[in-house]
């Protein structure tokens, strides 16, 4: 490691080390430093922190997973996240039932303790919380195998200043994934339920490669509602990648276009100059699809940087044999110029002000130094028993 490696690899463990909060049965990663009236913390966020954990404290990691199971509902909604008094903060989200799963498949494949699924909380187990949540979220599905998500106005997910509605990407990817992780929990108890699982995984990563994806653009849309497509390149979508959705063709061309269209220093058409991986290109259209500080170009959710989504694109370009040095060190060379030394949540040379410090989802950079020679989402059969 270089020492701006060795920089970035300390910033990115003490965001997650910083935000680990045990405040009786709390104990979880919260969402960043200034998230403190009440503390709390997110499914996503947790998620990210937990890649970074995973490696060196699976204890901590842990007790984020049956922190979260607290907050699954009786009919297993998921809210964007809980507090420290273990109480749902929001509605239900669409990707927080998805990353529950993953993060328990996650700590299973790494570590091997399938003890977890019969951990109690709430007087359900980790394993019925699995089953329950998935099988909620699963209810939104229509008969093209993928999440709808219903209303013209619906902003629940991680970019929760967008109304992204109807079939998104993002939250399909996700679903896709937690299918296919279920599938493997499952089978360590019930097979037949368990193949069912693996078939609805088949067929909604099926669907999401011939209904989402624009072979013409060379990626996958952001979202389609009725006749609108919102077809920007999103960020997020670099899931495809990594959770193995897409093919090697549509794999190649998706990096191709992000490195074209989102990282700035490709690109010629945004005019923020060079300054990271922008979170879309081009901008949403339409007015009311995006509100507050997204309504604005290059804020928040509508084009600035996010560095945790830089992390992952860097890994993704990593696994596949691409220089991923500017993805992986651009935020933090901008937050160090402008005297900031933890990595901030978002950022954007338009609006330097937006500064949320010490963001725990930005842990996520660890995890690539952590696992930058073997592939993390790959199945461990040994612990899976899946092994021919």
Request: glycine letters at 6%; hydrophobic letters at 35%; proline letters at 3%.
């Amino acid at each position: 490691k270089t020492e701006k490696d060795k920089a970035v690899y300390v910033s990115a463990v003490f965001s997650a080390l910083e935000n680990y909060i045990e405040i009786g049965n709390y104990k979880s990663f919260s969402a960043a430093c200034i998230y403190a009236d009440p503390v709390r913390t997110y499914f996503d966020t947790d998620y990210w922190a937990t890649l970074a954990m995973i490696k060196n404290r699976p204890d901590l990691v842990r007790n984020a997973i049956l922190t979260l199971a607290s907050g699954i509902k009786e009919n297993g909604e998921c809210p964007a996240g809980i507090t420290f008094r273990l109480q749902s903060r929001t509605p239900s989200y669409y990707d927080s039932a998805s990353f529950f799963v993953l993060m328990v498949y996650d700590y299973i494949n790494r570590t091997g303790d399938l003890s977890l699924l019969n951990e109690t909380v709430g007087g359900k187990t980790v394993y019925q919380y699995c089953l329950l949540t998935i099988d909620k979220l699963s209810g939104y599905e229509d008969e093209t195998s993928l999440i709808r998500k219903p209303g013209r106005y619906n902003n629940r997910d991680w970019a929760d200043e967008v109304n992204r509605v109807g079939y998104v990407t993002y939250v399909n990817l996700l679903y896709a994934r937690a299918l296919d992780c279920l599938s493997r929990i499952v089978g360590t108890r019930d097979k037949p339920r368990a193949r069912r699982y693996h078939g609805m995984f088949l067929k909604t990563k099926d669907a999401i490669n011939r209904l989402l994806w624009d072979d013409e653009k060379g990626y996958y849309i952001n979202y389609k509602y009725g006749d609108f497509v919102e077809d920007n390149l999103s960020v997020d979508t670099i899931l495809a990648v990594l959770f193995g959705i897409s093919d090697e063709k549509q794999t190649e061309r998706l990096l191709d276009n992000i490195s074209r269209l989102l990282e700035t220093r490709n690109n010629r058409d945004q005019q923020a100059g060079d300054f990271g991986v922008m979170s879309v290109f081009p901008f949403y259209r339409g007015v009311d699809r995006c509100s507050n500080r997204s309504s604005r170009e290059y804020s928040f959710c509508n084009g600035a940087a996010w560095p945790y989504w830089s992390a992952l694109v860097a890994y993704a370009q990593l696994t596949h044999g691409r220089d991923h040095t500017y993805a992986l060190t651009s935020p933090f060379d901008w937050c160090v110029k402008r005297g900031i030394y933890t990595l901030c949540k978002y950022y954007s040379p338009f609006f330097p002000h937006e500064i949320v410090p010490l963001d725990t989802a930005n842990s996520v950079f660890a995890f690539v130094y952590d696992w930058q020679d073997a592939d993390f989402f790959c199945e461990n059969e040994e612990v899976w028993k899946t092994k021919s």
